[in-house]
């Protein structure tokens, strides 16, 4: 099966660029999407196909893919982006669903 | 765009069985999939599996195969997650998402059905 791993928690000063990173085998050759989850609600997509950002998604929500690494970036990062975060791909051999194991986002 | 509306919590006891749902509304039921994706509190999101409703064509997680049963009527457009004997490690959250075959990810989530289940 295939793996993907994430940081647990990253904290990052309001304002700030915060750097949430994914790794896996050859993860550059494979699509990666992102989802913030905040406390008590659903996940919500917030990057797809590595760096394209669903309507209503800030601009200050990026990605890149490359190699091993997949990141996503929050410019000029915002209370209200505490949350947790998800990394997801698909394993190629069986289509199915691979999400990271999430990372805390914390806003000091 | 589709929105999906779960069924409620559920309490049962270990062994009995239950179904529970998510139903779509918006696009034609049959122009995407449904993932079901578990978490458990305090936890990261699990994938399950998912349904493609034009065919009722299923891939299973390995980590649940056999566990559970996912299944789908488009008569109503609603797809289920079912379990014919429950365990304590399965309390958790339960979300349905929709998913196309473009890679564009998982964009329309449900609510979450909460289940507990407890002697």
């Known amino acids: 099966s295939y793996d993907l791993t994430q940081s647990p928690s990253v904290s990052v000063s309001p304002g700030q660029t915060a750097s949430i990173t994914c790794s896996g085998d050859k993860l550059g050759d494979k699509y990666v999407c992102w989802y913030q989850q905040k406390p008590g609600q659903s996940p919500v997509l917030v990057i797809y196909?590595?760096?394209k950002r669903p309507s209503g998604i800030p601009e200050r929500f990026s990605g890149s893919n490359s190699g091993n690494t997949a990141t996503l970036t929050i410019s000029g990062t915002q209370a209200m982006d505490e949350a947790d975060y998800y990394c997801?791909?698909?394993?190629?051999?069986?289509?199915?669903?691979?999400f990271g194991g999430g990372t805390k986002l914390t806003v000091l | 765009e589709v929105q999906l509306v779960q069924s409620g919590a559920e309490v049962k006891k270990p062994g009995e069985s239950l179904r529970i749902s998510c139903k779509g509304s918006g696009d034609r039921f049959t122009s995407y999939w449904i993932n079901w994706v578990r978490q458990r509190p305090g936890k990261g999101l699990e994938w399950m599996g998912r349904?493609?409703?034009?065919?009722?064509?299923?891939n299973d997680s390995p980590s649940f195969q056999g566990h559970v049963t996912i299944s789908t009527d488009k008569s109503i457009s609603t797809a289920y997650l079912q379990w014919s004997s429950l365990k304590a490690s399965d309390s958790a959250m339960y979300y349905c998402a929709t998913e196309r075959p473009d890679s564009s990810g998982l964009p329309e989530w449900g609510q979450g059905t909460l289940v507990t289940v407890s002697s």
């Open positions: 196909r590595d760096n």
């Open positions: 997801q791909a698909w394993d190629s051999s069986t289509s199915h669903v691979v």
């Open positions: 349904i493609d409703p034009s065919d009722s064509y299923t």
